[in-house]
Structure formats: structure tokens, C-alpha cells
């Protein structure tokens, strides 16, 4: 028996897996609203609680939204830290590991099929080739697979805090703004949830906005979302306009860092909810659009994962080679 975890800012996801060749097999998960424990071992005595886990487990893998040192994690913006020896404590586990969250989705790529996945450009893979998952969510996350012996092995970054490479007058005014408020502007100051508060901002400036004024508290990106899909108010249609389009091309940056032949993998839970908007076109002009590497861009295959649940998933396929 496996126990699978996907610790975010957010929420964090549990899952028992029974073991089986490349894809465990889900026997029960739960999730718990991250900020509502005072730490990780309480979201586990809740688990034991709710599922009753039948004894022998064997391999824990938990996924933290934040870099694993020497098996501890801290999360942003989470008052408590995680680490390999309090999960050990608790389920007496010979083998429990922490891994970036997004090394854990990376996990995935190879079980994933092909209905759990949507083509955003078909390319030409390469068998030999790496590949990368980008991830915009509660915040971004990057992690690089890299081609071993003939396996893609999973590699970690930070790279969502590396610094935002505006390309137009209108993002170079987007980071001043940014620059303005914070200081210094990394990526994830635009590609996540609270990323699209801030582009938000940027395009309405002091113009009220009916959609956002009528989300419930926490739901404004989503809200952002709709109403640009909807076209209810033209200003969030730029403020998705802006952020599909950089996007787009950090996903580009990523699969020209990581050479990604073999394909670059968008999860994380916007992606999913803004699938019109990502097919449209700009996503992927802003991918390619990078000579000298356009051609080598234009052959890596794009694929957004449509798994809900890709970075459990992956934990429990790291947990079942365990
Ligand atoms: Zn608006």
C-alpha cells in the first residue's frame, strides 16, 4: 500500500494507492484546506481518521508546493513546515520522501493517457529527448525531466521565481507597476491566481469591475476568468490576453532551458478552466516566437494535462518505484 500527498498553499490532497506495474491504482483520497491544520501530521491524524488506512504502508511520497532541503520543506504563506521524519512518525513507514511539488507532477508525464492530456501543438517528439512541465496555480511552478539511460527523470527548479523578461511597451508598463508594488518582479508575480489580481489591476486600474466586486472572497481569478471567456467585461479579457501571451512564452523559455524535444507539459488549475483561450492561438505564437530557437520550438509537442490531480498522481508513481 502507498500513501500519496500534494501539499499546496491552498489545499493538499491524500491519496492510498495500491500497488501496480508504471500506475498505482487510487483505492481512496481526501482533501484538506491547507491553512485550516496547524500542521501536516494534523491534515494525517485527519486522513487516518476519514479513511481508516489498513496498516502496511509501505512507501509515503508527499509532493510540498516549495524547495525539499535535506527532507524539509517550508511552504509560502503556511505557518508550518514539513519534513520526510514527521510523516515516518506517524505511519512508522520504513521509506517516506518529500519532493517539490512540481517534481511530483513530473512524475506523472509517463502514466498520464492520452484523454488526460489535450494538444495544444502536435510537434515532432523526440523519443531521446527531455521534456518540462510548467504550472500555473496558486502559484508557478517549473520542473525540468531530464533524458537518463533512455528514462525521464524528474528535476526540480524554482525557476517561477526568476525574474519576468517583459517583450511589449504593454508588459514593460505591467512590470513597472509590478516593480512599483514589490520591489522586484518575478514570474509567479503573473502566472497564478493572484498573478491575474495583479494584471487585473494593471488593466482596470481605477475602473470598477462587476464580475470581481461580485466574487466571493478567494474566487476573484476565476471570476477574471469567466468574464473574459464570457466577454462580459472587455478589461478582463485583456487582463486574460495578457496572461495567456506570457504564458505562452515561459512555457517557451522553459522548453528552450530544459531543450525539451520531447514535449513540454502544462498543468497546475488554470490551465483546464481557460482551454478556449489557451487553443486560440496566442499561446502558442507567443511559445514559437523566440528566434533563433523558433524552429527547434516549433517541433517540441505542447500538451496540457488535463488531471486534475497529476501531482498526487505522480507522488504515488514515485512512491510505487519506491
Ligand atoms: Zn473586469
New binding site residues.
Given amino acids: 500500500m502507498l500513501l500519496a500527498g500534494d501539499v499546496g498553499g491552498t489545499k493538499t490532497l491524500l491519496g492510498l494507492f495500491q500497488r501496480a506495474p508504471a500506475r498505482p491504482a487510487p483505492i481512496a483520497r481526501r482533501a484538506y484546506p491547507t491553512t485550516q491544520f496547524a500542521s501536516f501530521t494534523e491534515i494525517l491524524h485527519a486522513f487516518e481518521h476519514d479513511v481508516r488506512p489498513p496498516s502496511g504502508i509501505d512507501a509515503v511520497v508527499v509532493g510540498v508546493a516549495g524547495p525539499v532541503v535535506h527532507q524539509r520543506a517550508a511552504l509560502t504563506n503556511i505557518a508550518w513546515d514539513i519534513s520526510a521524519t514527521e510523516i515516518t512518525a506517524w505511519c512508522g513507514a520504513g521509506r517516506a520522501l518529500l519532493l517539490n511539488d512540481l517534481e511530483a507532477m513530473a512524475n506523472s508525464v509517463d502514466v498520464l493517457t492520452p484523454d488526460e492530456l489535450l494538444v495544444l501543438q502536435e510537434g515532432l517528439p523526440n523519443p531521446e529527448g527531455n521534456a518540462v512541465v510548467i504550472a500555473a496555480g496558486t502559484g508557478l511552478g517549473e520542473a525540468y525531466l531530464h533524458r537518463v539511460n533512455g528514462r525521464l527523470r524528474p528535476v526540480p527548479s524554482e525557476g517561477g521565481h526568476a525574474d519576468f523578461a517583459p517583450r511589449t511597451d504593454r508588459e514593460i508598463s505591467l512590470m513597472r507597476m509590478l516593480r512599483d508594488t514589490y520591489g522586484r518582479v518575478d514570474v509567479e508575480r503573473i502566472l497564478c491566481g493572484p498573478g491575474l489580481l495583479n494584471i487585473?489591476r494593471f488593466?482596470?486600474r481605477d475602473?470598477p469591475?462587476?464580475?470581481?466586486l461580485n466574487a466571493a472572497p478567494g474566487g476573484e481569478p476565476a471570476a477574471?476568468s469567466q468574464?473574459?471567456l464570457t466577454g462580459?467585461?472587455?478589461?478582463?479579457?485583456e487582463?486574460l490576453d495578457i496572461f495567456v501571451s506570457a504564458y505562452g512564452s515561459e512555457a517557451g523559455n522553459l522548453g528552450m532551458r530544459g531543450v525539451a524535444t520531447a514535449g513540454v507539459f502544462v498543468g497546475g488549475g488554470i490551465a483546464p478552466k481557460i482551454l478556449p483561450l489557451l487553443q486560440r492561438g496566442d499561446f502558442m505564437d507567443a511559445f514559437r516566437s523566440k528566434p533563433p530557437m523558433d524552429e527547434m520550438l516549433a517541433r517540441m509537442p505542447v500538451r496540457v494535462i488535463l488531471n486534475a490531480e497529476a501531482g498526487l498522481l505522480g507522488a504515488a508513481v514515485y512512491a510505487n518505484e519506491m
Avoid at 209 to 212: A, L
Fill in positions: 487585473h488593466t482596470h475602473e469591475c462587476g464580475p470581481v477574471i468574464a473574459a462580459a467585461c472587455a478589461r478582463c479579457v487582463t
